[in-house]
T-cell receptor
Framework: GQQLNQSPQSMFIQEGEDVSMNCTSS?????WLWYKQEPGEGPVLLIA?????ELTSNGRLTAQFGITRKDSFLNISASIPSDVGIYFC?????????FGAGTTVTVRA | DTGVSQNPRHKITKRGQNVTFRCDPI?????LYWYRQTLGQGPEFLTY????????KSRLLSDRFSAERPKGSFSTLEIQRTEQGDSAMYLC??????????????FGPGTRLTVL
């Protein structure tokens, strides 16, 4: 089963808003990754984090690797309609990824 | 396009039949992973290969499942005597076991299996 707790489970946001989602784990990970998945497709890698405390941006996306190595958050700034999708956090020790259950983002135009 | 490819994209089969899926990883990647995803959940790890060696299999991978990567390039996942509970999206991913990006796994589009 899933080891990671991801919240919120879903969110409706207004176009232009900033949104935040987070992920916590009972286990320590060496790497945190964030993926986005659209219906019928595989997850697409958005951001990878390798060091505790690391803050990394990719365009309007910003993610942080928690100091305890047991959590991470993802921010999306100035949301647009194409941000719709399911966002997954994933933690890794050395090879396999453990995923959260996802945050479904729906944008109101 | 040099991303991960999977075939077929969709497979509908009757209970009890055998099915086989293929994954072609990114060409320079030496690690290949299989995951299974059911509706409303994140992907769950099944197994992975480093080159042609299968290094770990999850408890989710029953005896009816077998995966191969004979030449360290493409991989196949076979499910024998399919059951309705096998219905899921089967995802393949690959990564390069070198450098700082060793855990960056890139996923294919998946194979959606429906067992009737």
């Amino acid at each position: 089963g899933q080891q990671l707790n991801q919240s919120p489970q879903s969110m409706f946001i207004q176009e232009g808003e900033d949104v935040s989602m987070n992920c916590t784990s009972s286990s320590i990970f060496n790497t945190w990754l964030w993926y986005k998945q659209e219906p019928g497709e595989g997850p697409v890698l958005l951001i990878a984090l390798y060091k505790a405390g690391e803050l990394t941006s990719n365009g309007r996306l910003t993610a942080q690797f928690g100091i305890t190595r047991k959590d991470s958050f993802l921010n999306i700034s100035a949301s647009i309609p194409s941000d719709v999708g399911i966002y997954f956090c994933a933690g890794s020790g050395d090879y396999k990824l453990s995923f959260g259950a996802g945050t479904t983002v729906t944008v109101r135009a | 396009d040099t991303g991960v490819s999977q075939n077929p994209r969709h497979k509908i089969t009757k209970r009890g039949q055998n099915v086989t899926f293929r994954c072609d990883p990114i060409s320079e990647h030496n690690r290949l992973y299989w995951y299974r995803q059911t509706l409303g959940q994140g992907p769950e790890f099944l197994t992975y290969f480093q080159n042609e060696a299968q290094l770990e299999k999850s408890r989710l991978l029953s005896d009816r499942f077998s995966a191969e990567r004979p030449k360290g390039s493409f991989s196949t996942l076979e499910i024998q005597r399919t059951e309705q509970g096998d219905s899921a999206m089967y995802l393949c991913a690959s990564s390069l076991r070198e450098g700082l990006s060793y855990n960056e796994q890139f996923f294919g589009p998946g194979t959606r299996l429906t067992v009737l």
